[in-house]
């Protein structure tokens, strides 16, 4: 597990990716990833009583999502500016080792790069754990290459089936593609706690887990800036990770774009092509789990009151895609109602996949309680 430094106002020790992305707010047009908002969080003041201000004390433990952990680490540095008596702890320990500990009542909130799988619904079940499922932003999750790489353009899902599962076993490019060059192909993956290696092989390049594997040769790592680095220092490397990492990192490596099997069309992910949905079949949401025990918490209220706010803008800071407002409204009432439960499993446990809009709803709820 990475524990990333607590946030503390006036004493605050900011994450190193946050803190790239403040410089870069602080530089505008230093880079064209950034997507600046019209105005950041940071200061803005909770909308609470000046007594609620001082009297609040306490601590709020996040774990979960390398993906997720910049939306939760800005939150907890915008928050800290005003609650200097709260204590935010943002640490990464991917998205099922997130979910280990919350499972476990460690910690308050799990930062998930994918939905709740059934074993960790069951695991909180049998454990007394419930919990309020919110989405908070959209991803692109990104494939990229090195930028000496100027033979890969486009990929479809049958040549990254060839490129990263065992039973494709390419070893370079040209086993991909006879017309591309024989370079050794270098894999750089996130670890296999992560949610973003799941939906990456579960729910698009390894659906059918009886016969697909991934395979065994891959570096990898839950620091999603150690692929970066891989990646911009092989030519033949290749990896993914969340649309952040590659927005913050244009100028060392590039993304590819990806075949859709429904359109057959080529699209690279771009805030637009990822809120949008073109950017298929790699777009998806992003949420935070939240323990309805730690709701009852003065100082874990206030932090969610501020966090889901300001999540459009918290989202937008760090290179992620904001929801529509139409979604952030239904977020706000499962909040403030304490909706409990998951919508990505039926009744009988089994996985939901779905347009955000299609799923999220009051109705499509299954209770953990």
């Not at 609470?48 to 996040?62: C, M």
């Amino acid at each position: 597990m990475k524990l990333l430094e607590p946030f503390r106002s006036g004493t605050a020790v900011f994450g190193e990716t946050v803190a790239v992305c403040f410089v870069c707010l602080a530089l505008i047009g230093c880079g064209p990833t950034a997507t600046t908002p019209s105005s950041t969080p940071s200061g803005t003041a909770p909308d609470l009583g000046a007594s609620e201000l001082t009297e609040i004390e306490g601590a709020v433990a996040i774990d979960g999502s390398s993906t997720v952990a910049p939306i939760s680490e800005a939150a907890a540095e915008a928050f800290g500016k005003t609650f200097k008596n709260v204590r935010v702890t943002v640490a990464i320990s991917g998205t099922g080792g997130g979910f280990g500990r919350f499972t476990n009542g460690e910690i308050d909130i799990s930062d998930a790069s994918r939905p709740i799988k059934d074993s960790e619904f069951k695991a909180c079940q049998a454990k007394g754990v419930s919990f309020v499922e919110l989405p908070i932003a959209y991803d692109g999750l990104s494939i990229v290459i090195n930028k000496d790489n100027d033979f890969v353009d486009q990929l479809t899902i049958d040549e990254l089936k060839k490129i990263f599962l065992r039973e494709g076993g390419a070893k370079s490019w040209k086993e991909v593609n006879p017309a591309w060059p024989d370079v050794a192909i270098k894999i750089y993956a996130p670890g296999t706690d992560s949610g973003t290696f799941d939906y990456f092989f579960g729910d698009v390049v390894a659906k059918d887990s009886d016969n697909e594997h991934p395979r065994d040769d891959m570096s990898v790592s839950e620091d999603d800036n150690v692929l970066v680095t891989g990646i911009a220092g092989e030519k033949g490397a290749i990896g993914f990770f969340g649309a952040s990492y590659y927005f913050a990192n244009v100028d060392k490596i590039k993304a590819v774009k990806i075949v859709d099997p429904k359109t057959g069309e080529a699209v690279g992910p771009t805030p637009e092509t990822i809120e949008s949905g073109q950017y298929a079949p790699f777009s998806r949401p992003l949420f935070i789990y939240v323990n309805t025990d730690s709701m009852k918490r003065p100082e874990v209220k206030a932090f969610l009151k501020f966090y889901l706010k300001e999540a459009g803008k918290l989202a937008e800071m760090v290179d992620y895609v904001a929801l529509p407002p139409s979604i952030y409204e239904v977020v706000q009432t499962h909040y403030e109602e304490r909706i409990t439960g998951t919508h990505y499993l039926t009744e009988a446990l089994e996985k939901r996949t779905g347009p955000l809009a299609e799923l999220y709803t009051t109705e499509s709820v299954v209770d953990i309680e």
